[in-house]
Every structure is written in structure tokens, then in C-alpha cells.
């Protein structure tokens, strides 16, 4: 029995396409919507990633910048919801299992984790392992971390997942016996997620951020700052390599970039492309691009007017520019999408859907049968969520030639998330990479997924996403979630048009980081591995 069962790999693929040319800037797409053209293009391919070879330099402060920053800021793992919180929950605590590049699930405070059944797993801890106060890790802290997930109170992100956890038991003070509701091989991937990092028993404050991971907390600011220090009791020996890192939040994409440029900044997330333009003329600075499970969405509420009409929901994803996003407002740095969250590379894809083409005359035909002919509707965008604004500039003008007047309404980015997000009859999400398609599915798609966007509730599809985690048999599992993926083509309202290539920028002084496909920033841990070159 190994102690990762191969259903846990995923096949990641070759990054080392050459990009096309992209010979429509911003600003001349701008000009396309003015004027209300369509136009279409070929899938893009992706650029070279280098990694050169050095020996890493111990020491330094090195200081980065996301692009979300708001006062819900979190230290507490079952709290955190964006790439900012990702970036700095993996700072301060650590997971039974972490994913390397290839998106496989490697030991990390779990010395090993086996199944023969994917119900019942044994988990041995790491010997050693201590947490920033000096306490000792033991079995008492993964049983308190991963069950407080369960408990309404929390509110925790990933309290669907948690669900699954039967009983949690003590075996040794090194081991835990972990049953679940049902089989899911996929476990090993799950506890690698930021949710279940875990924490010290009986944790009921976050201010110090007491955890077992590279760095300890020594200030943070929500929505400004976080700045941590070396952890010279990290579990793995000779990492970090920086004596200090800052993460901070700032919204302004301008102001990020420019901070890079002038050498206030050594690592930057969420550029685009006109950015990596910038950068990369200059000569001084690096471009991570990944292809990636990211996408922003427009999110239809299926449960309130208009989008409970079936026929509106098809009449919007008829009227989705879709090449004409990815040639213009990515530049390339993306890849068409077809309204599921399984990208076109994943070996889950369901290739037998036919691409959703823009047809005008179809999403007319749709939202006269749903009785919307020449009714008005209100599309929320914000400036942070990348495409969203030019998305629904483009809705707008495609709507009229559809019989649809949509008028379209920027809101600030600050309080996004909790005011908007899911609440507005249309509007915008942006979901970052999820290791695996259960945890996708399980947070964004279940009826009872606390983060259902859009509202959907199928009994068939909940039944079909408990039924793929029980299956170790990859031909039926791949049938599992094909038949899953056309069930949300057809019914629900998220509508994905494309897929965004994650791109960071980073001074020629930073070393050690690559492209990861499982998130920005390396994975959101940029901090452990990056060294700063003298």
C-alpha cells in the first residue's frame, strides 16, 4: 500500500507553448466597444517558464504585494477566502499535506497518510515538529483543526468538506485514525488546502497567528500590512531563506506595478497583460505566467427574476464574447471557456459539449421566450475582478442587437465580497485554481455549498459529487464528472466564459519562484521558497 495512492496525481500540462501575437491593445478593444464590434480569434498558447538553478542567499527582507486588501483580512485558516488570505495564511501555519507543482499531494506535518478504502485513513505525524510558542504538535491539535470546521459557529469556508469527516480519533499522540461519511480518494489533496492548516488545540483567537509554518507573525494591519519573521524552528531544515517577509494589500493595479518598477515592491500578483508588456521590455524584471483553473464569472442568480427563467440564462451564455476576450482584454494570457469550472487541459474535461458559440439571434430567440424582449437589466462590475468591467461593457452593447437594454454599474472593490458577491441578481466572481474538481464542485456548485454563486440547486449533480469521491475507478469517475460539467452547462447560472492565465511580476533580484498551476505566487507560498540575490 503507498503511502499516496495514484488517483491523487493530476496530470499538469506542458506550460512551454509559445504565445501567440496579440495585436489588439486595451485601449483598441475600448474602440471595439464603442463601436459594437464582434470579432473571433484561435485559442492562445502560453509562453516559455524558465527556473535557473542557484544557490539560494540566506537573509533579507523581502516585500510583496497582492491585490486584495480589505478590512476582513484573516490569520484564521477557516476564514480566508481570497489569494491575499491564502498568501498569508501559508506565512504562519502549515497542512498534514501540501502539493507540490504538479498538483500532487506530498507528506508534510503527516509523515504519512494511507487508505485502502478511501474511508478510513491513518495518519502518522512528523516527529519534531514544534509551533512557534515551542509546543510540541501532537494529535489533540489536527483533531481540534480539522473538526472546528464542522461547527456552524465557525463559519468556516470549508465546512461542505468538513461535513465528511465521521470521527476523528487519537490513536497515539502521533497518530490519528480519520473516518469518513463516504470514500473519497481525494483526501490527501483536500488537507492541503489553506482551510485545514492546522492549529493549536483549543485556538480561539488569531492575533499571534501561532502556527508550525516558515514564518512568525510579527505585525499585522488588516487591509494595509502582514509582516512575519524567520521561523528558525521551521520543520523544514534550511527553509525560509528570508529573514523577513511584508505582504501587503494594494488594490490599485497601477500603483502596484509601479511600486515593482521603482524597487518599492519585489514580487507583485495579479498583473495584466499590458503590465507584463511593461516589465518585460524594461529588461529587469521577471513574468511568472501560469495556465490555470482561474476564471472570472458572471454569476446569473438562478433563484430570483430574471435569472430563474431558464431561457434568460441560455440567452446570456449565447451572448458571451468569448474569443474576443481572451484576444483583447487578456492579450492572450488566457484560454476560451465553455460555462464549466473544468478547464480545457484537465484530464476531467468534457470534450463532448459543444463549444458554446456568441449567437445573437439565439440569445434573442431566448430572452423573448423567457418574456424579457426589451426589458432592462442591471450588471454589477467592480475594477479588481479582472475582465469583469470590460465584460459587461461588452453584454451591454452585444444586448442591444439581442433585445436587451443592460445597464452596467461599478461599484468600489472594498466591501465587494460581502456586499455583492452572490447577492446581485448579475454580477461578477472571480474563483481561483482548486486542486482537485471535488473541492471546486463541493464549495461552489452543491445546493448546500455555502458559496453557491449562483443559487443552483440539482439533486442529481449533489448525488453525482458524492458519488465521484467514492470512486477509485478513473474511467468512471471521468464519466462522473462529465455528466456533472453538462448539467451545469445546461441548467445552472454560472456563466465562465474563459479561463485566465495567473501572471506575477518579480525584480531580477528575486530568486527561487516559478509558475504554479495550483495558485499565484507559487501556490501562495512564494515566501517560503524565494531568496533574494545579493
Known sequence: ??????????VTPSLTQAINDVSISRRGMMKLLSAGAVMSTGLIGFPEMSFAAETPVQGGKMRAAVANA???????????????????????????????KSLVAKPALAESIESTDGITWQIKLRPGVTFHDGKALNAQDVIFSLNRHKDPAVASTAITQAKQFDSL????????KLVLTQPNFDIPVV???????ILQENTKEFSKAVGTGPFKLKTFSPGVSTVGVKNPNYWKPGLPYLDEVELMGVTDQAARVNALMSGDLHIVATLTANDVKRLRQSGQFGVMESKSGM???????????????????LGMKYLQPREMMVKTVMQGFGQVANDTPVPPWHPMYNKDLPQRPLDIE???YHFKKAGMAGATAEIITTQNIEGSVEGGQLLQQLGRSAGMNFTVRRVPYDGYWSTHWTKDPLGYGSINPRPTIDLLLSQFYLSEAP????GWKNPQFDQLVIAARGESDQTRRKQMYGDMQKLIYDHCGTIIPTFISTLDGHSSKVKGVEAWPSGMMMGYRFHEFAWLAS
Open 1 to 10: 500500500m503507498s503511502k499516496f495512492r495514484k488517483e491523487f496525481s493530476r
Open 362 to 364: 439565439k440569445a434573442k
Open 169 to 176: 480519533t487519537a490513536v497515539s499522540p502521533t497518530e490519528i
Open 295 to 313: 476564471y472570472t464569472n458572471l454569476i446569473v442568480r438562478t433563484d430570483v427574476k430574471p435569472g430563474s427563467n431558464e431561457d434568460f440564462v
Open 191 to 197: 488537507l492541503a488546502t489553506s482551510p485545514f492548516l
Open 70 to 100: 480589505s478590512a476582513t483580512d484573516t490569520l484564521d485558516p477557516a476564514k480566508g477566502s481570497n489569494s491575499g488570505d491564502y498568501c498569508r495564511l501559508f506565512m504562519f501555519y502549515s497542512g498534514l499535506t501540501e502539493l507540490d
Open 451 to 454: 458559496n453557491n454563486e449562483s
